[in-house]
């Protein structure tokens, strides 16, 4: 079994930071890409940024040069460092691994989703 828990959502005024993370912990045998994603109310589901396991990354137009994505390989853990959040920056962010299990299953595993609230 795999888990994704996410932590550090919550609610905050327009320009302030947040930072969120994301702990993978089961029967990981090697994580490849992860990344985070949102969903608006009444939107579909977006990206909103990935890295590679080398640590390559991509951002969503939207968030570049606000949002850093980073990851701790050692702890299976992958965060998110939101800045001068906007008040369309609120969703439910949630947290995606790529992640190849002891017994060579590979599939695509997501956390239960942590809200961000930024008010103007």
């Known amino acids: 079994q795999v888990q994704l828990v996410e932590s550090g959502g919550g609610l905050v005024q327009a320009e302030g930071s947040l930072r969120l993370s994301c702990a993978a912990s089961?029967?990981?045998?090697?994580?490849?890409?992860m990344g985070w994603y949102r969903q608006a109310p009444g939107k579909q589901r977006e990206l909103v940024a990935t890295?590679?396991?080398?640590?390559?990354?991509n951002y969503a137009a939207s968030v570049k040069g606000r949002f850093t994505i980073s990851r701790d390989n050692a702890k299976n853990t992958v965060y998110l460092q939101m800045n001068s959040l906007k008040p369309e920056d609120t969703a439910v962010y949630y947290c995606?691994?790529?992640?190849?299990?002891?017994?060579?299953?590979?599939?695509?595993?997501w956390g239960q989703g942590t809200q961000v609230t930024v008010s103007s």
């Open positions: 890295i590679a396991r080398g640590g390559s990354t």
């Open positions: 089961g029967s990981i045998f090697s994580i490849y890409g």
């Open positions: 995606n691994a790529y992640i190849r299990a002891y017994d060579s299953s590979l599939d695509d595993y």
